[in-house]
Nanobody, 124 residues
Framework: QVQLVESGGGSVQAGGSLRLSCAASGYTYSRWCMAWFRQAPGKEREEVAT???????RYADSVKGRFTISQDNAKKTLYLQMNSLKPEDTAMYYC??????????????????WGQGTQVTVSS
């Protein structure tokens, strides 16, 4: 059973930085996609960034150039480095895994496993 545990959220002023981590356990798949999603109050959950097992990445237009997704395979930990944070980045951030292939699905419901989320709050 795959478990994903996020950490690193917090409160920061606009222009600041945070690094989110997602520790994975029970993970033995050779082809996968790991992703970060976020959900703000009253809004739908949206994709932020994805990382496939082939190293390919995808970013939402709203975070391109500011956020970087990466993974430490030895530690089985996914990261999201967030720089130049804006108040509109305020949301609950979730880590997710798709383990049935190395492409990153567009449909949120396709992801097999989810973490519990970590809150990011950016003040102006």
């Amino acid at each position: 059973q795959v478990q994903l545990v996020e950490s690193g959220g917090g409160s920061v002023q606009a222009g600041g930085s945070l690094r989110l981590s997602c520790a994975a356990s029970g993970y033995t798949y050779s082809r996968w996609c790991m992703a970060w999603f976020r959900q703000a109050p009253g809004k739908e959950r949206e994709e932020v960034a994805t990382l496939g097992s082939d190293g390919s990445t995808r970013y939402a237009d709203s975070v391109k150039g500011r956020f970087t997704i990466s993974q430490d395979n030895a530690k089985k930990t996914l990261y999201l480095q967030m720089n130049s944070l804006k108040p509109e980045d305020t949301a609950m951030y979730y880590c997710a895994a798709y383990v049935l292939g190395d492409y990153c699905p567009r449909l949120i419901r396709t992801y097999n496993y989810w973490g519990q989320g970590t809150q990011v709050t950016v003040s102006s």
